[in-house]
């Protein structure tokens, strides 16, 4: 994908997620003002491995509003020429019809990978959204169904036309009512520059990598552009009751923003034991017996749904866990510096998703309800039983159809 495209998709999508929109997007209606072109499938250019039909073998599927609909089976959909006069932000709806399963659909511009969504199987037209992405000004192609997507997959109408953008404002507020007075100054500082700036980060390496040299990347940067990035990112991963060692985090923590004036970003890839059935509390495991992946993956006997229950084994884990993370936090926040804190990240994995995807990480894998408790059990063991007050919480979730079923907020 190309950079400029690249950069603001991702933008926008961070600006949907914070406004709560997820996945491939139901629309209601067209905002007319908005619209550039708008047309029957059929009567655009259909490419290589795609039809106009009016039936799917002896199957018909009525509803559709022309003469016919644009059928793509293992591949193939349709362009469209667009001659715009600014760059701007842009969407692309179409009304389809998944008959043969959710499957995932790519678009294009001018032969670039610019959206990939999942549309779900229906038994009626439904419009949807590939999403908002920039375009600059001038002739390009854009192309439903690109080279990628996994057809069977039946096209009636195309849409083209400007975002409709959700207002770029955040609330200042952080969520931790006590949050202290830098935490709040940085809260304010990012909600500021929210559609307005790029804030630019890099994440250090961890564990091992690099020989342990935690400044390769940012050597790197300063040598190639002058410049260092304004967020470093961080994991406290190697502070952990099994195989944990002090790998000096915490002091590069404070030392990025009190001597750099850096901007930090921290999360947590937490392990645990893989045969946590035969695991003594308090022992020592060497770190190729643990895993931070979901148990289907490693085959650990960690059960995180028992994190929930307070006389478990696993709440004793994390519990000491949390002790061991919270103590290097309250040095950090001893320190003044506030971190945009990432913990128990990327939950959802491919939960949901293919008819049989499962989360990447333990903390997801027993699915959302179990999810949500458990970052609101450490939210709480965080800011009230240790009281850490510099962290601006950070929920790190998808655009996919389902993705809100994993927000543990309000």
Same mark, same amino acid.
């Given at each position: ?40 499938? *059929? ?25 016919? /609909? ?23 709806? !179409? ?19 610019? =959206? ?10 439904? *419009? @949807?959204?590939?999403?908002?992405? /920039? ?16 057809? &069977? ?6 849409? /083209? ?11 200042? @507020? ?14 304010? /500082? ?25 400044? &390769? ?6 040598? !190639? ?17 099994? &195989? ?8 590069? @923590?404070?030392?990025?923003? $009190? ?25 020592? @495991?060497?770190?190729? $017996?643990?895993? &931070? ?41 001893? =320190? ?9 990240? *990327? =939950? ?35 800011? *009230? !039983? ?25």
């Amino acid at each position: 994908m190309k950079g400029w495209n690249r950069r603001l998709t991702a933008a926008v999508s961070a600006a949907a997620v914070a406004g709560g929109v997820l996945g491939a997007l139901p629309v209601t209606a067209a905002d007319q003002d908005l619209v550039i072109l708008q047309s029957e499938a *059929e009567a655009l250019t259909v490419t290589t491995g795609a039809q106009v039909a009016t039936k799917v073998y002896n199957d018909e599927y009525p509803g559709y509003s022309g003469e016919g /609909f644009v059928w793509a089976q293992g591949s193939g959909g349709v362009k469209i020429d667009v001659d715009l006069k600014e760059g701007a932000m842009y969407e692309v709806r !179409t009304r389809c019809l998944s008959y043969l399963g959710d499957r995932l659909q790519d678009l294009a511009v001018d032969g670039e990978k610019t =959206a990939e969504i999942n549309i779900a199987k229906t038994d009626t037209w439904t *419009e @949807v959204s590939f999403g908002y992405f /920039f375009i600059p000004a001038g002739k390009h192609t854009i192309e439903v169904g690109s080279t990628g997507s996994w057809g &069977y997959i039946l096209y009636d109408t195309v849409t /083209f036309g400007y975002a409709k953008m959700p207002e770029m404002k955040i609330d200042p @507020v952080p969520c931790d009512p006590k949050a202290n007075a830098e935490t709040r100054s940085l809260m304010k /500082f990012l909600t500021d520059n929210y559609g307005k700036q790029v804030i630019s980060g890099q994440q250090e390496i961890y564990g091992s990598g690099h020989d342990g040299n935690y400044e &390769y990347e940012f050597d790197y940067l300063k040598d !190639t552009t002058g410049k260092l990035p304004a967020v470093r990112g961080f994991d406290f991963m190697n502070y952990n009751p099994l &195989y944990g060692w002090d790998d000096n985090t915490t002091e590069r @923590v404070i030392e990025w923003c $009190k001597e750099r004036n850096g901007i930090a970003t921290a999360s947590w890839h937490l392990n645990v034991p893989i045969d946590f059935a035969n695991y003594t509390l308090g022992d020592a @495991v060497d770190w190729q $017996k643990c895993s &931070y992946k979901n148990y289907q993956a490693s085959n650990s006997t960690f059960n995180t749904a028992n994190i929930l229950k307070k006389d478990s084994k696993e709440r004793q884990y994390f519990d000491e866990a949390v002790k061991m993370l919270a103590e290097q936090l309250q040095r950090v926040q001893d =320190a003044g510096v506030p971190i945009i804190f990432r913990p128990l990240h *990327e =939950a959802q994995g491919n939960y949901g998703r293919y008819g049989d995807g499962t989360a990447w990480f333990w903390w997801g894998d027993r699915g959302p309800e179990v999810f949500k408790e458990l970052w609101k059990l450490l939210y709480s063991e965080l800011t *009230e !039983t240790y009281g850490l007050h510099n962290l601006i919480w950070e929920l790190n979730l998808y655009e996919m159809d389902n993705s809100i079923e994993w927000y543990p907020g309000a």
